[in-house]
């Protein structure tokens, strides 16, 4: 058994089918829940925890004094004390079902900033600390209101944040399928790297697949994605080796190789520019949620 499966703590949340959403309100002065993940939405508020590690998917970063974070259903978040020492730490948590909107309503063009940003959460999003300082007032008195005023503020604070600027994407990886945009070309690559990662791929080869010509294929690529061929090539292969780093007993080097780099080298070079730190000190803080569960 892998090291997910083991230490990820599959939640089983007080919502009931009856339910549309629930706030958590309060003041703590630590983070003690194992990472988890769970079909739901969750939209997580914290003030002043600076010093609290975040883990979002594939993701780890100490966070500052104020945040807000949505994440999508099924995908492993969690937050630890780490360097965090104050002692009342306000945290407002809200969870609601993945199909409490359903598609029907969420292809209406009113909803289409709503719908994006959901599809984005499968990712986790991080949202600016000027957005969670304008959302906190509306999250302090959602847990008052009742009724409709309860569901419809719910809904406002939703569209604000999805319209909201500088949004940051997460984990490298989503456990769910990712939205492209209704591209069938783009998903076509995406499928098509996933099955051929550990393989030496060349421009040329996906160019054809598609019947472009490299320099269109280039920019297609570029287009959609806003990386080069091989900048997105090397977010799908660090995106397996940070759960291999994690799940599978194997060294460094087997990782490497298994993912398509040719040497161990450059695969500490590209790593360290996705992650900020070299995959020894990545599955080393990783092991650390072990002492948490």
Known sequence: MGFLEQNIHREITPLTLNDCFLVFDRIKNKFDFPIHFHPEFELNFIYNGKGV????????????????????????????????????????????????????????????????????????????????????????????????????????????????????????????????????????????LQSNFQNKIKVSEMSSMLNMTEVSFSRFIKKRTGKTFIEYLNDVRIGFATRWLLEKDISIAEIAYNCGFNNVSNFNRVFKTHKKCTPSEYKQNFEGIKRVL
């Open 53 to 192: 590690r975040r883990f979002i998917g594939d993701h780890m970063m100490e966070i500052d004094n104020i945040e807000l974070v949505l994440v999508g259903p099924n995908l492993s978040h969690g937050w630890i004390t780490h360097n965090c020492i104050e002692k009342k730490i306000h945290e407002i948590t809200i969870q609601f079902h993945n199909n409490l909107f359903q598609q029907e309503l969420l292809s209406r063009s009113l909803m289409k900033p709503i719908k994006e940003m959901f599809e984005q959460a499968s990712f986790g999003i991080l949202f600016s600390k000027e957005t969670a300082e304008k959302i906190y007032p509306k999250l302090k008195k959602l847990s008052e209101l009742k009724g409709l005023d309860y569901f419809f503020s719910f809904i406002t604070i939703l569209h604000s944040l999805a319209i909201s600027k500088n949004q940051q994407k997460l984990s490298s990886y989503s456990p769910t399928i990712e939205a492209f945009h209704n591209s069938d070309k783009i998903k076509k690559v995406h499928d098509y």
